[in-house]
């Protein structure tokens, strides 16, 4: 279940990221992370803490509340 959490909120971070038409290396810049820790997230390898959370989403310029707008399946 954790696993798929972080799958799906990986592909929310890369999909919005995309949509702002912003590069890995460009996002990491504009939040003050590491290239490979976006990376990270988006292959859903990586638990994103709270303050993280935050500075993707001031860097993607939306709500810590729309990095979280993803369903959960329910297998």
Same mark, same amino acid.
């Given at each position: 279940?954790?696993?798929? %959490?972080?799958?799906? #909120? $990986? /592909? ?8 702002? &038409? ?6 990491? *810049?504009?939040? $003050?992370?590491?290239?490979?820790? %976006?990376? $990270? @997230?988006?292959? $859903?390898?990586? &638990?994103?803490?709270? @303050? !993280?959370?935050?500075? @993707? *989403?001031?860097?993607? !310029?939306?709500? *810590?509340? /729309?990095?979280?707008? #993803?369903?959960?399946? &329910?297998?």
């Amino acid at each position: 279940m954790s696993d798929e %959490i972080l799958k799906l #909120f $990986g /592909q929310r971070v890369k999909h919005l990221r995309k949509q702002a &038409n912003l590069s890995q290396e460009v996002l990491a *810049a504009l939040s $003050g992370l590491d290239r490979t820790y %976006i990376s $990270g @997230i988006e292959r $859903g390898r990586r &638990n994103v803490g709270l @303050i !993280n959370l935050v500075k @993707i *989403a001031k860097a993607l !310029n939306v709500s *810590a509340e /729309q990095l979280l707008v #993803f369903e959960e399946k &329910n297998d």
